[in-house]
């Protein structure tokens, strides 16, 4: 098939892009390279354009059969501290509005990266996100836009910055592998599941072989295994031997404390026939060598 993938420079869609080239995919590679961490990827066409122009969007998926929309600005705390709520806007919301057009005039199905989204979230990130979604399900209804919405959980992997948005297993690695105190939000007690690239990797490709019957579907890619914050920052700094603990650092923007958000993996075993197979340790342990080439010292 020919594959769009918007975000396809970044720590998942890069990752995504490749997988799908293996598989003998026909992949055209789509990313403005704000925060993109690979302008080349093997077997893949790079095209350097964004979402929020529909003129490019359409020209780099032009043919497609499914867009693998992966695009997005990211940030919990950064969007609102840096003052880029009307940006988040245009990327997140527009930028899907203008795939979905794209997958309306091609017939072509949608691959939607989103995230869990509770209401009680009031953060730019999570607003935009559950927007684009809702517009998911409009084309769906509507304009019968067949699309599957991945919901991704706390995704690491080696590859993954931690800059210029603060990401939780990268930032954990840096501190430890500096032997510094690992930093960490409210007050650590927030309950996560933690899903490792390679795994999301398989559900964006098993979504891809999927044949659709229902207008829209969304499905859970996590482990379903609870931890929290406090227990991920331990495990880190148990495995990089660092002694230097943790130390807290507030309220992060729009993550209220006490929240448990843990995937349902009953849809993805449903439908995807997906089952996460990488425990967290290993995950961490994975992608340990990249991170201490990156930051040790």
């Known amino acids: 098939m020919k594959i769009l993938v918007t975000g396809a420079g970044g720590f998942i869609g890069s990752h995504v892009a490749l997988r799908l080239a293996k598989e003998g995919h026909q992949i055209i590679g789509f990313d403005n390279g704000f925060t993109a961490t690979h302008n080349q990827i093997n077997k893949v066409k790079m095209i350097k354009g964004d979402v929020t122009n529909f003129k490019e969007v359409e020209k780099a998926g032009k043919n497609c059969q499914v867009i693998v929309h992966l695009a997005g600005l990211l940030g919990t705390n950064e969007i609102a501290q840096y003052g880029q709520i009307p940006l988040a ?4 919301i527009n930028g899907t509005v203008n795939v979905l057009d794209l997958c309306r005039k091609n017939k072509a199905k949608h691959i939607f990266a989103t995230k869990p989204n509770p209401q009680e979230w009031m953060n730019p990130y999570t607003i935009t996100k559950q927007s684009a979604e809702n517009y998911c399900q409009m084309y769906s209804n509507e304009y019968k836009v067949q699309t599957i919405a991945l919901s991704l959980f706390w995704v690491y992997g080696k590859e993954q910055r931690q ?15 500096e032997k510094k105190p690992v930093p960490i939000w409210n007050d650590g007690k927030n309950i996560i599941d933690c899903c490792y690239i390679d795994d999301i990797v398989e559900a964006f490709t098993k979504a891809v072989k ?3 019957k229902e207008k829209f579907l969304k499905i859970d890619v996590g482990t379903g295994i609870p931890v929290t914050i406090e227990e991920v920052a331990g495990l880190v700094n148990k495995l ?6 943790f130390k ?5 923007l729009g993550e209220p404390y006490g929240s448990a958000l843990i995937a349902d993996t009953s849809f993805g075993k449903r439908y995807l026939k997906f089952v996460p197979s990488i425990t967290l340790e290993t995950g961490l342990k994975l992608c340990l060598p990249w991170f201490k080439e990156k ?3």
Not at 89 to 92: A, D, I, Y
Not at 163 to 177: D, H, R, S
Not at 248 to 252: E, N
Request: charged letters at 20%; glycine letters at 8%; proline letters at 6%.
């Open 163 to 177: 800059e210029p948005v603060n990401k939780f297993i990268p930032t954990f690695m840096k501190y430890a592998l």
């Open 248 to 252: 807290y650092i507030g309220k992060r």
């Open 240 to 245: 990089t031997g660092n002694k230097a603990g």
């Open 210 to 212: 999927y044949k659709i």
């Open 295 to 297: 930051f040790q010292k």
């Open 89 to 92: 806007n245009l990327v997140n």
